[in-house]
Structure formats: structure tokens, C-alpha cells
């Protein structure tokens, strides 16, 4: 398989901003809250179960999941939270790993917000973190989806703590300052990943 380097980063931390700098270079990127809507696509398995569990006011009148609906049902509720992911990580991984093979850029991207808690750095050569303070994370995600702060403060209580995150990190992308700073590091980065690649061939 190719060269495969795990991003993540908790929610709004810029790991989609982070990816898009990766992909203005040539690099694929395997986005695992995309195969997270893959999975969940109408007419699936996944969102069958999901409908018989939660009940079938989760599905919209044109057979697509109501995202925002299982999203505060999920994150008010600890229990219900396992249960989607015990239901949706095996088939979220089995993807993943079929678009890893898929790859054919110098070096693939593996994008996941719970690469470290689901144990995805095992299919990776090297793990960068995206890490910005946690104010900036809620600030951010709070603009962005406009969801209820308790609502953004759960899902960051369900994630890895920026600590744990940095320390489980080979390298750090600090995006607390403007994008344009963050592109600087990714294409820094961009460098020494090929230049690994090159030293791992000899
Ligand atoms: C609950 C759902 C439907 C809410 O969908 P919604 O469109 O509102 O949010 P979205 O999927 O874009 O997720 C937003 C962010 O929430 C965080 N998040 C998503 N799922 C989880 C989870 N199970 N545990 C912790 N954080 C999560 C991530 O940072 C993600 O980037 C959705 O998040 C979901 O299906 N989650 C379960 C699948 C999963 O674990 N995805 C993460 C793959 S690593
Ligand atoms: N350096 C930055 N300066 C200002 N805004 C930023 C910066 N980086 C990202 N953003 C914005 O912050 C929000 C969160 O960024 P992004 O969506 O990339 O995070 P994410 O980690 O992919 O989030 P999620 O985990 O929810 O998928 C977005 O609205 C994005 O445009």
C-alpha cells in the first residue's frame, strides 16, 4: 500500500482546511467523515439499523438520514453514541481501507477525527495533528454548524483530549493562526513526506 499518513484533529480544528492544502498538491486524500455519509447512504444496511433502532423519524421524506436529528441524540446520550459507532466503524473502516488501496499519489492521506480513539494509526506510516486550543475549536465549530455549544462541547468531551492527541503525534500542524500559516506548514510537510518516500525506496 502506499506511503500513508494519518491527519487528525478534534472537530473544527481545520482538519477538512488541512486536507484541501494536501489535495492543492496532488495528494489523495481518504476523508473519513465522507465514508461516514457513504455508509449511511439510502438504501444501505447501516441505515436500515439506524432506522429500526432510533426509530424512523431519522429518515427524511427523500430516504436520506437526519443528520442533526441522530447527532443530538448520539451526543446527549453515551449509550446510544456506542451503539452508532459499534454499528458504523467496522463498515467505515472496511471503506477506508479499500479507497487506501485506491490511492495513486505519491503518499495518501488517511483524514480521520477519530484516527487515534479507533486505532487507524495502524495503516499509517506517520500520524500529523491538526492542534489548535480548545476555545479556538469551539469558537470555530460554533460559527461554522451553529450547533448549541453543550452540543459541540459533547462531541469534544467523546474525543481524545488536545494533549493525548499532541502527544500521540509524529507531527504538529498548529492552525491557531490564519490559513495562510497553515498552508506554509502543510507545504513544509509536503516536502518531507516525499523526501521519506524517497529515503524508504533506497
Ligand atoms: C452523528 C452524525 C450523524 C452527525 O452528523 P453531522 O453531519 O452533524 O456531523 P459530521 O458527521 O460532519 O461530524 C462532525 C464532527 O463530529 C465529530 N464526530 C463525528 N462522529 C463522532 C463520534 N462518533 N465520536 C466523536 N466525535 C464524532 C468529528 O469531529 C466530526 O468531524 C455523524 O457525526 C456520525 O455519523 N457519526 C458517527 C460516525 C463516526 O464516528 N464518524 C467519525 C469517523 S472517524
Ligand atoms: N486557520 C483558520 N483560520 C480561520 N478559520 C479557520 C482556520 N482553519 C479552519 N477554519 C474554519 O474553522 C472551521 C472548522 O474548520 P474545518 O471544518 O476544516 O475543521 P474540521 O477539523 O474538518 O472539523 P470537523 O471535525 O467538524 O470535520 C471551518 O469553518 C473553517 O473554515
Same mark, same amino acid.
Given at each position: 500500500?502506499t506511503?500513508v499518513?494519518g491527519?487528525t484533529?478534534?472537530?473544527?480544528?481545520g482538519?477538512?482546511a488541512?486536507?484541501?492544502e494536501?489535495e492543492? %498538491?496532488?495528494?489523495?486524500?481518504?476523508?473519513?467523515?465522507v465514508v461516514?455519509?457513504q +455508509?449511511?447512504? $439510502?438504501? #444501505?444496511?447501516? *441505515? &436500515?439499523?439506524?432506522a429500526?433502532?432510533?426509530?424512523?423519524?431519522?429518515?427524511?421524506?427523500?430516504g436520506?438520514?437526519?443528520?442533526?436529528?441522530?447527532?443530538?441524540?448520539v451526543?446527549?446520550?453515551?449509550?446510544?453514541k456506542?451503539w452508532?459507532?459499534?454499528?458504523?466503524?467496522?463498515?467505515?473502516?472496511?471503506?477506508?481501507l479499500?479507497?487506501?488501496?485506491?490511492?495513486?499519489?505519491?503518499?495518501v492521506i488517511?483524514?480521520?477525527p477519530?484516527? %487515534?480513539?479507533n486505532?487507524?494509526?495502524?495503516?499509517?506510516?506517520?500520524v500529523?495533528? +491538526?492542534?489548535? $486550543?480548545e #476555545?479556538?475549536? *469551539? &469558537?470555530r465549530?460554533?460559527?461554522?454548524?451553529?450547533s448549541?455549544k453543550?452540543?459541540v462541547?459533547?462531541i469534544?468531551?467523546?474525543?481524545?483530549?488536545?494533549?493525548?492527541?499532541?502527544?500521540?503525534a509524529?507531527?504538529?500542524?498548529?492552525n491557531?493562526?490564519?490559513?495562510?500559516k497553515l498552508?506554509?506548514?502543510v507545504k513544509?510537510l509536503?516536502q518531507?513526506?516525499l523526501?521519506?518516500i524517497?529515503?524508504?525506496?533506497?
Amino acid at each position: 500500500m502506499t506511503y500513508v499518513v494519518g491527519l487528525t484533529g478534534g472537530i473544527g480544528s481545520g482538519k477538512s482546511a488541512a486536507t484541501a492544502e494536501f489535495e492543492k %498538491l496532488g495528494i489523495a486524500v481518504v476523508d473519513a467523515d465522507v465514508v461516514a455519509r457513504q +455508509v449511511v447512504m $439510502p438504501g #444501505t444496511s447501516c *441505515l &436500515q439499523a439506524i432506522a429500526e433502532h432510533f426509530g424512523s423519524h431519522l429518515v427524511t421524506k427523500n430516504g436520506e438520514l437526519d443528520r442533526r436529528a441522530l447527532r443530538q441524540r448520539v451526543f446527549s446520550n453515551p449509550e446510544e453514541k456506542e451503539w452508532l459507532n459499534n454499528l458504523l466503524h467496522p463498515a467505515i473502516r472496511e471503506e477506508i481501507l479499500v479507497q487506501l488501496e485506491q490511492a495513486k499519489s505519491p503518499y495518501v492521506i488517511l483524514s480521520a477525527p477519530l484516527l %487515534l480513539e479507533n486505532g487507524l494509526e495502524k495503516y499509517c506510516q506517520r500520524v500529523v495533528v +491538526v492542534d489548535v $486550543p480548545e #476555545t479556538v475549536q *469551539l &469558537q470555530r465549530t460554533l460559527q461554522r454548524d451553529n450547533s448549541p455549544k453543550k452540543e459541540v462541547e459533547a462531541i469534544m468531551q467523546a474525543q481524545l483530549s488536545r494533549d493525548t492527541r499532541r502527544q500521540k503525534a509524529d507531527d504538529i500542524l498548529n492552525n491557531d493562526g490564519s490559513i495562510e500559516k497553515l498552508q506554509q506548514q502543510v507545504k513544509q510537510l509536503h516536502q518531507r513526506y516525499l523526501a521519506a518516500i524517497v529515503a524508504q525506496e533506497k
